[in-house]
Nanobody, 119 residues
Framework: VQLQASGGGLVQPGGSLRLSCKDS???????????MAWYRQVPGKQREWVAT???????NYTDSVKGRFTISRENGKKTVYLQMNNLQPEDTAVYYC???????????WGQGTLVTVSS
């Protein structure tokens, strides 16, 4: 798997987790030149977009996570992060990282990491 996601786990409501997604194959210029995104999926529901960070570090978030989640990237490590604070039970899902299709790169998905928010 080229995009290797990690960092999921069980956390109580109000807690925090940081997800990581490392691109194990792209060269530096390919990774740094592409947008990256996080999605999540609850079993039985459609996968939904959570956040995007562009190659120029511009960020966007779905409304339900604004002010709680922060997407960031470290190009030297070819890694994108999702810092999740004040987690709530409705954030429970499998979280996937994605490299969207671009003019120079194909679409890629990571394998997913499970986040469970429960007391």
């Amino acid at each position: 798997v080229q995009l290797q996601a990690s960092g999921g786990g069980l956390v109580q409501p109000g807690g925090s987790l940081r997800l990581s997604c490392k691109d194990s194959r792209s060269i530096f210029s390919t990774f740094s030149g592409n947008n990256m995104a996080w999605y999540r999926q609850v079993p039985g529901k459609q996968r939904e977009w959570v956040a995007t960070i562009t190659s120029s570090y511009k960020t966007n978030y779905t409304d339900s996570v604004k002010g709680r989640f922060t997407i960031s990237r470290e190009n030297g490590k070819k890694t994108v992060y999702l810092q999740m604070n004040n987690l709530q039970p409705e954030d429970t899902a499998v979280y996937y990282c994605k490299r969207p299709r671009s003019s120079t790169s194909s679409e890629l998905w990571g394998q997913g990491t499970l986040v469970t928010v429960s007391s």
